[in-house]
C-alpha cells in the first residue's frame, strides 16, 4: 500500500464532507410543508462521501502513477514544481490585503509588476518592460472603468489622502 | 405561411436602417459576448433601451443580432484564451483551446464560427417550419421531465471525465454541493454560509466558471519555470487568418455531426429554462462518443 496523491484527494474530500455533513445539521428548518432546506445537500454529500470512500479503496488497492514516494517527487521537486503556483497565490494575497491601501490603481500596477518580475526574471531591460506594460495595462484598465464605464474601483488610503 | 416569411423577409432585407441596426446589433453582441462574464442575456437587456425608439421589427432584429452575435463572440474568448465568454460556449473550451495552443487558431476560429453559421441556419429553418408544434411539445415538460433531463445532463459529467468514472462522479457531486450554498430558493433558509453575509446570494455561475477554467490554466502555464518565460503559442507573433475554406470542408465532411448537434440544440431550446448551457454539453458528449 502506498500514499499517492487521489489518497490525499480522498482523504481530504472526506474531511470535508464530514465537516458539511455537520454543517447541515445547523440549516434553519422554518416548518414548512415538504422538504426541508436541508434535504437535497444532505443527499449530495452522503453520495459525495461515498463517492470519495470508492476513491481511497481503490487509490489504496490499485494505486496510479500519482505516487508521492517516487523519485521524481521527492520535497525539493514538489516545492519547485509548485514553486510559480504558491508565488501566484502570495502575490494575489498581498493585493488583497494591501487594496485598502494601495488601491486599484497602485495595488494592481504592483502586483502585476512584481508578479511579472518574480516569474520572468529581473535583469534591467525585464524590468524596465515589467515596468510599461504593467503601468499601461492597469492603468488602462483603470481608466475605462472609472471614465468610461463610471464603476467605482477601490481608491485606496494613499490617493485618498493624496 | 409562405407568404408571412416572404414578407419578414422582404421587411427586413429591403430596408437598410433594419439591416444595419442587424449589423451593428450583431458587432455588439460579439463585443459582449467575447468579454468573460459578460453574458448573451447581459447584452440583450442593455440593448433593450436603445431599441424603444424603434419600430418593433427594427427593435427585434437589433435584439437578435446582439443576441446571435453574442454566441460567436463567446466562443472567441474561449479558444483564444480559455475562459469561456458564455455559459453556452463551455464545451467549446475542451477542444478549442487546445487546438489554438497547438498553432491552429485560424481553424479553430473558422470551425467555431461556421459551425454557428451552419448550426444557425438550421435551427432557424426548422424552427420557422416546425415552431407551433415545437412549442407544444416544449410546454408538455413537466417538472419529472425536467428532473430526469437535468439527471441526463449531469451523467455526461462522467462520460466527460476521461475513463475514470469516480472521479467525474466527484466532480459532478462537489459541482451540485456548491450550487446548494447560500440562501435555499424554496424555503428561503440560509444553507453552508457560516456566517458570511456574502455566502447568501450563493457562488455566481460565470466567476465560478472564469476561476475554474482561466485560473487553472495560468496555474498550469506558469508551473514550469521555462513555460512560464516562453510565448504560449509557436506563432504568438504572427497575424491569425481564420481558415475559412478549411473549416467549411472540415464542417460539411461530418454532416451527420452538424445536423445532431443542431437538433439537441433545437430540442433543449425548445424547453423553457433549459438552453445554450445544457446543450453544448450534451452536444460535444454526442460528438465526443461518436468520433471514438
Redesign the interface.
Known amino acids: 500500500m502506498s500514499i499517492n496523491k487521489d489518497t490525499i484527494v480522498a482523504i481530504f474530500?472526506l474531511l470535508f464532507c464530514g465537516i458539511?455533513i455537520n454543517?447541515?445539521f445547523d440549516?434553519?428548518?422554518?416548518g414548512?410543508q415538504?422538504?426541508?432546506?436541508?434535504f437535497?445537500?444532505t443527499i449530495?454529500?452522503c453520495?459525495?462521501s461515498v463517492?470519495?470512500l470508492?476513491?481511497l479503496i481503490?487509490s489504496m488497492v490499485s494505486p496510479t502513477d500519482n505516487n508521492l514516494n517516487s523519485e521524481n517527487t521527492n520535497s525539493q521537486n514538489i516545492f519547485l514544481?509548485?514553486?510559480?503556483?504558491s508565488i501566484?497565490f502570495l502575490m494575489f494575497i498581498l493585493f488583497l490585503a494591501f487594496l485598502d491601501y494601495l488601491g486599484m490603481l497602485i495595488g494592481g500596477v504592483l502586483f502585476v509588476f512584481g508578479l511579472l518580475t518574480l516569474?520572468?526574471?529581473f535583469d534591467i531591460k525585464k524590468i524596465i518592460n515589467h515596468s510599461i506594460i504593467s503601468i499601461v495595462t492597469i492603468g488602462i484598465m483603470w481608466s475605462i472603468f472609472t471614465f468610461g464605464l463610471k464603476v467605482i474601483l477601490p481608491e485606496g488610503e494613499i490617493l485618498r489622502i493624496w | 405561411m409562405i407568404d408571412v416569411i416572404l414578407q419578414a423577409f422582404a421587411s427586413i432585407v429591403l430596408d437598410p436602417v433594419t439591416l444595419g441596426l442587424m449589423f451593428v446589433g450583431t458587432l455588439a453582441g460579439i463585443l459582449a459576448g467575447a468579454i468573460p462574464g459578460f453574458t448573451i442575456a447581459m447584452g440583450v437587456i442593455l440593448t433593450l433601451p436603445f431599441t424603444f425608439g424603434m419600430t418593433a421589427v427594427q427593435g427585434l432584429a437589433t435584439m437578435l443580432g446582439v443576441f446571435v452575435g453574442g454566441f460567436s463572440g463567446g466562443l472567441m474568448s474561449c479558444m483564444l484564451t480559455g475562459i469561456p465568454g458564455t455559459p453556452s460556449s463551455v464545451a467549446t473550451t475542451f477542444d478549442g483551446f487546445p487546438l489554438v495552443r497547438s498553432g491552429r487558431p485560424g481553424l479553430a476560429l473558422g470551425l467555431g464560427l461556421w459551425s454557428s453559421f451552419f448550426g444557425g441556419m438550421i435551427s432557424a429553418v426548422i424552427l420557422v417550419a416546425l415552431a407551433p408544434q415545437l412549442a407544444f411539445l416544449g410546454l408538455e415538460f413537466g417538472p419529472w421531465d425536467y428532473f430526469s433531463l437535468i439527471i441526463f445532463a449531469l451523467t455526461i459529467t462522467v462520460s466527460l471525465s476521461g475513463g475514470n468514472i469516480?472521479?467525474g462522479?466527484?466532480a459532478g457531486?462537489?459541482g451540485?454541493?456548491a450550487a446548494?450554498v447560500g440562501e435555499?430558493e424554496?424555503?428561503?433558509?440560509?444553507?453552508?454560509t457560516?456566517g458570511f453575509d456574502d455566502f447568501k446570494q450563493g457562488f455566481a455561475f460565470l466567476p465560478v466558471l472564469i476561476g475554474l477554467f482561466a485560473f487553472s490554466q495560468?496555474?498550469t502555464d506558469?508551473?514550469?519555470?521555462k513555460r512560464?518565460?516562453s510565448p504560449l503559442m509557436s506563432q504568438s507573433g504572427t497575424v491569425v487568418k481564420v481558415e475559412h475554406r478549411q473549416a467549411i470542408l472540415i464542417i460539411l465532411k461530418r454532416w451527420v455531426n452538424l445536423f445532431r448537434s443542431s437538433f439537441i440544440g433545437i430540442f433543449t431550446g425548445i424547453l423553457p429554462a433549459a438552453g445554450g448551457s445544457i446543450s453544448n454539453i450534451l452536444a460535444y458528449d454526442q460528438a465526443k462518443k461518436s468520433f471514438t
Do not use: H
Open positions: 474530500l458539511m454543517s447541515s440549516i434553519e428548518d422554518p414548512y415538504g422538504m426541508k432546506a436541508s437535497w445537500p449530495v454529500l453520495l459525495l463517492m470519495s470508492v476513491m481503490k514544481k509548485y514553486k510559480n503556483a501566484c516569474l520572468g526574471g | 469516480t472521479k462522479l466527484i457531486l462537489l451540485l454541493f446548494t435555499d424554496i424555503n428561503g433558509v440560509a444553507r453552508f457560516f495560468l496555474l506558469v508551473e514550469d519555470d512560464a518565460k
